[in-house]
């Protein structure tokens, strides 16, 4: 993964917007079906057996995988 400036720069290429969850800064997908398809996405990329779960958030209205780093 590369290093990613923790600095806003409206220039800089677009990045997801992230929510904590506990102690994990996850990502966050707008919708249901949005978070499968990164879920098999990432099971692609990382050669994962199964895809990442994908759950709505307890802390507001939108979705979160299981583990996305
Ligand atoms: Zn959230």
Known sequence: MAN???HL??????????????DTNKIIYNTLEEA???AKVAAYDHH?????????CPYADHYHLASDG
């Open 4 to 6: 990613r400036n923790k």
């Open 9 to 22: 720069n409206p220039n800089q290429v677009y990045e997801p917007k992230r929510c904590w969850v506990g």
């Open 36 to 38: 499968e398809l990164a």
């Open 48 to 56: 994962l057996d199964a895809p990442l779960k994908a759950y709505k």
